[in-house]
T-cell receptor, first 113, second 115 residues
Framework: DAKTTQPPSMDCAEGRAANLPCNHSTISGNEYVYWYRQIHSQGPQYIIHGLKNNETNEMASLIITEDRKSSTLILPHATLRDTAVYYCIVRVGGGNQGGKLIFGQGTELSVKP | GAVVSQHPSWVICKSGTSVKIECRSLDFQATTMFWYRQFPKQSLMLMATSNEGSKATYEQGVEKDKFLINHASLTLSTLTVTSAHPEDSSFYIC???????????FGPGTRLTVT
């Protein structure tokens, strides 16, 4: 079962920041928040992940609230190539069977000129 | 990032035949590989988890005798769809990771069409 809630779709103007929210109110203390995206008919692409601190890499920033019940993925300057379905995933379990990524429905982001 | 490949990228087969899909980690050793299925307009559904040298663990509702998974080496896992039916037509995606604390990297997917 997916443990995250995301809006089904969002629009963003090209060149502006895209802020994608995610609720994960039942997250456990040792569970990470992962973000992946899937461009049409391709395999998912890893974006970023975090535990409790904010994270930034060359693709995006991840802001996690202090209570860890929600997070926001920020694409600072969205381009048309960022149009994709974005998945927020709480990584479950541990050990050899752990770390499974269970995908929810994601947010379909459309970047418009 | 690490590279995962799949072969073939697309395949068409006749109903009742079997088809094998390969998943390879090209630049790292994958102790664990995962297989997903995705129908049009839907999210990815995890089918099974396989660890090198041991039997795959299937998710609830996935028929292990129909979807045969072999993870014989640290760089190769195969999914065989046996006695394929048109309802098995889907986008099959694999992913791989080196260790439990490592990132999971996805292949480009295989489009299966059963006629």
């Amino acid at each position: 079962d997916a443990k995250t809630t995301q809006p089904p779709s969002m629009d963003c103007a090209e060149g502006r920041a895209a802020n994608l929210p995610c609720n994960h109110s039942t997250i456990s203390g040792n569970e990470y928040v992962y973000w992946y995206r899937q461009i049409h008919s391709q395999g998912p692409q890893y974006i970023i992940h975090g535990l409790k601190n904010n994270e930034t890499n060359e693709m995006a920033s991840l802001i996690i609230t202090e209570d860890r019940k929600s997070s926001t993925l920020i694409l600072p300057h969205a381009t048309l190539r960022d149009t994709a379905v974005y998945y927020c995933i709480v990584r479950v379990g541990g050990g050899n069977q752990g770390g499974k990524l269970i995908f929810g429905q994601g947010t379909e982001l459309s970047v418009k000129p | 990032g690490a590279v995962v490949s799949q072969h073939p990228s697309w395949v068409i087969c006749k109903s009742g035949t079997s088809v094998k899909i390969e998943c390879r980690s090209l630049d790292f050793q994958a102790t664990t590989m995962f297989w997903y299925r995705q129908f049009p307009k839907q999210s990815l559904m995890l089918m099974a988890t396989s660890n090198e040298g041991s039997k795959a663990t299937y998710e609830q509702g996935v028929e292990k005798d129909k979807f045969l998974i072999n993870h014989a080496s640290l760089t190769l896992s195969t999914l065989t769809v046996t006695s394929a039916h048109p309802e098995d037509s889907s986008f099959y995606i694999c992913s791989a990771r080196a260790g439990t604390g490592d990132e999971q990297y996805f292949g480009p997917g295989t489009r299966l069409t059963v006629t």
